[in-house]
């Protein structure tokens, strides 16, 4: 999956945040969705205009945004 086609930022809609092609869907409303354990079909219902793709796109924006930058951890942390 390359999220690069269903993920795009534009200055004038959500200030620039990542956003689903095509709609005014954040990537970090899908993925704190994802975080809070609710199951994707749920996503879906939420968001009629998501897909299974678009989710999908979303951890895989995020996997990528883990590779390239690190947070600071406090040792030990779990």
Do not use: F
């Not at 869907?25 to 994707?40: E, Q, T, W, Y």
């Not at 009629?48 to 600071?72: C, F, H, K, M, N």
């Amino acid at each position: 999956m390359h999220w690069h086609k269903r993920i795009s930022t534009d200055p004038n809609v959500c200030h620039g945040k990542a956003c689903i092609n095509g709609t005014r869907i954040m990537v970090s409303v899908i993925l704190d969705n994802l975080a809070a354990g609710l199951p994707v079909d749920e996503i879906l219902q939420s968001y009629p205009s998501l897909t299974r793709d678009d989710v999908q796109a979303a951890i895989g924006y995020a996997a990528e945004l883990a590779r390239e930058r690190v947070l600071p951890l406090a040792p030990g942390a779990a």
